[in-house]
């Protein structure tokens, strides 16, 4: 398990381990400048190429200045360019300005009327030590100019002006990616101890470039006492809570998942759910979909079972019951204002399905019709009543958001069911009666860990909020952060195989919320090795189906 940190809870680590540990402020400092240098000299590799280290008055430009004077005792060529415009210097940074003084390093002041624009015409490669996590507020002034003479260099001289950002880049967020006004892009950052939550997500991930994460020594005692809430897991972690396949066993073993999908004449959600479903090692699965699909999905997916129901609308000659004398009538549908009415009708009923289930899958595809409104209401309703795991997406969300009461009617003591988001579903799924759905979206951009919280405890779910990055949240203030998968998974179907996979997870045993994050990290890896064998922008959703079991074994 790795931790990632916010900007409040890396400064807390720093402080108790100076102040509570004893650990000599100066000491993390080298070290963190050590990991710069380290960094960097890898980087340039040409010691004529000329480094700016571009600093403010804080630690973070203590830590470019001890980064400096590392370098120039390497044999680099490096000078230091001095902001000099925040109210508060660090003595720590006064301290280092001392030191690379005596140790014969340039600093230009801007005080003393150097200019950053003119100066950096003669370097190739510039380190940002503006501001790290103690960046609280907007950007503006002398550390804003700097910041735009920097981006505009880079812009102008793409591979000719290399940026190495120390710790953040200067004006990201931590916190949650977002700028602060203006901030540095960077080729490298450097970060020390813990990747901060804002380098994971939107601007900040693209304003980071490449991560290098170094230990500079906080003590353990210090992370722990400050429980820092964000963490991530890797391969090891997820391969010790996936179910155990054993040698001795049968297809009933490895649980029984429904997936209710598809529409009249839309199966292929339902297909890659299925693929996705079998692929992550359920024993069976049955497909409960619109009459319609009965054939493309048969043969498409001949190992699923299939059962169908036909609807029939009030309009239509076939609702004189003639029809069904073969089938069970699941229920008649009548829209509030009536305007629509009908009857779905099933060899099973859905009841009797619930219950063959071990879980059970509900949404891609399934349309938010009337129709589609009973069935998820039905299926919901006896999976309550039957105690039975259920994971929803996409449609299944889009009708709960015009009807909250669906879920809130059906809350376990526990959490016993996932609902799978992305962005604008859970957009629309918080938005409250005097927001539109582009601000609540705007409240997701700002703190996603609470939305995704606040939606696992108002429903009593495990919430699973895709996106570039996704998050699952169990209410508490705990949140799982998954950083594998890539763009090529931007593609249509993307979502019905991540719900397959979580579906099955379920079906097999497994804990909601521990079938929700190895759901999570099994589609990020699939995805991942897809993009290998067939390239980003060509990989499709078949492809990453067809992988799954690798990251299983
Ligand atoms: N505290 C420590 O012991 C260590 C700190 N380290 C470095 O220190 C950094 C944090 O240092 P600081 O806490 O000094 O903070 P920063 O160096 O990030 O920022 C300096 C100061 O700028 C001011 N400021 C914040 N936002 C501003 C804005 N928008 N405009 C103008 N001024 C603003 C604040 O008063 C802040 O304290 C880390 O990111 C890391 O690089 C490392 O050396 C490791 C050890
Ligand atoms: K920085």
């Known amino acids: 398990m790795k931790y990632f940190t916010t900007g409040a809870k890396s400064a807390l680590i720093d402080k108790i381990s100076i102040e509570e540990v004893g650990m000599p402020q100066m000491v993390l400092m080298e070290r963190a400048s050590l990991g710069v240098a380290g960094a960097a000299a890898e980087f340039i590799k040409d010691k004529k190429q000329k480094i700016l280290t571009v600093v403010e008055g804080g630690n973070n430009g203590g830590d470019g200045v001890a980064a400096a004077r590392i370098l120039k005792e390497r044999g680099f060529n490096v000078d230091i360019f001095y902001i000099g415009g925040i109210k508060k210097t660090s003595e720590a940074f006064l301290e280092q300005i001392k030191i690379a003084e005596n140790c014969g390093v340039k600093i230009y002041k801007a005080s003393d009327d150097y200019s950053l624009k003119s100066l950096l015409v003669g370097y190739d490669i510039v380190i940002d030590g503006i501001f790290g996590v103690g960046l609280s507020r907007e950007i503006g002034g002398v550390q ?87 963490y991530g897991l890797d391969i090891d972690d997820i391969k010790k809570i996936l179910p155990v396949r054993k040698d001795d066993s049968n297809k009933g073993n490895f649980g029984r998942l429904l997936i209710v999908a598809g529409n009249d004449s839309i199966a292929g959600a339902a297909v890659i759910a299925g693929q996705a479903a079998f692929k992550a090692g359920a024993g069976l699965v049955k497909i409960f ?139 629309r799924l918080i938005k409250t009666e005097d927001e539109n759905a582009k601000d609540a979206l705007g409240r997701i951009f700002k703190d996603r860990f609470e939305v995704a919280k606040y939606v696992s405890n108002e429903y009593n779910i495990i919430s699973v909020l895709k996106d570039a990055r996704t998050v699952v949240s169990d209410g508490s203030s705990r949140c799982f952060i998954n950083t594998n998968g890539n763009s090529g998974m931007s593609k249509g179907g993307s979502g019905d195989s991540l719900t397959g996979i979580i579906g099955a997870l379920l079906a097999e045993g497994m804990k909601p919320q521990d079938a929700a994050r190895a759901g999570v990290f099994i589609h990020g890896a699939a995805g991942d090795i897809a993009a290998l064998k067939c390239g980003r922008t060509s990989m499709t959703v078949t492809d990453l189906n067809g992988v799954i079991d690798m990251i299983k074994r």
């Open 144 to 230: 804003a100019e700097a910041i735009n003479i920097i981006n505009d260099a880079k812009e102008e001289r793409q591979n000719d002006l290399a940026v190495i950002s120390i710790d953040i880049p200067s004006g990201v967020s931590a916190d949650n990616g977002e700028l602060l006004g203006v901030a540095v892009k960077a080729d490298v950052t450097v970060t020390f101890g813990f990747t901060k939550v804002g380098m994971l997500f939107g601007k900040g991930r693209e304003y980071s470039g490449k991560i290098i994460l170094k230990d500079i020594g906080f003590p353990a005692c210090a992370v722990e006492k400050t429980a820092p809430e964000y």
């Open 289 to 427: 979909t619109h009459k319609d699909n009965r054939n493309i999905i048969g043969a498409a997916l001949p190992e699923a079972l299939l059962d169908v129901y036909e609807y029939n609308s009030d309009s239509e000659e076939s609702s004189d019951g003639t029809n069904h004398s073969a089938g069970k009538c699941s229920g008649k549908i009548t829209s509030p204002g009536g305007e629509q009415s009908g009857e779905i009708i099933s060899s099973t009923d859905i009841e009797s399905l619930v219950k063959w289930a071990t879980a059970i899958a509900i949404g891609p595809g399934l349309g938010t019709s009337e129709k589609s409104k009973y069935l998820l209401k039905a299926v919901l309703k006896a999976a309550y009543e039957n105690d039975k795991p259920v994971v929803m997406d996409a449609d299944a969300i889009n009708i709960i958001s015009e009807d909250r009461s669906i879920l809130k009617n059906l809350r376990f003591e526990e959490k016993k069911w996932i609902i799978t988001p992305h962005m604008l579903e859970m957009a």
